[in-house]
């Protein structure tokens, strides 16, 4: 199966149960799950907003951009953008295909 980060499983009609819980309930104070209460996963929940193949391949774009960052080796908290971010539709380097 395909480890979800930071993203949001509803749009492929997924739907993550639990990921908060409520640590005192006088208070309602609600925290994030971090393994003390199970989650549960269920697929095909309702109708996907967008198909899966898709929602796979844009994690998979959101995670190249994201390599883009390179740790400074100067200053180890600092992270450097490498030359072309491709950020932009325009602002990656152009071939010409003749």
Known sequence: MYVLTQANEKYMGDALLQKTYTVDFLSKKRVKNQG???QYYIED????????????KVQEEKARRAAIYKPSAEKKSKTEKSKYSSKYALSDIMVCGE
Request: hydrophobic share 45%; aromatic share 14%.
């Open 36 to 38: 003390i209460v199970p």
């Open 45 to 56: 929940n309702h109708e996907a907003i967008i198909p899966r193949e898709l929602f796979y």
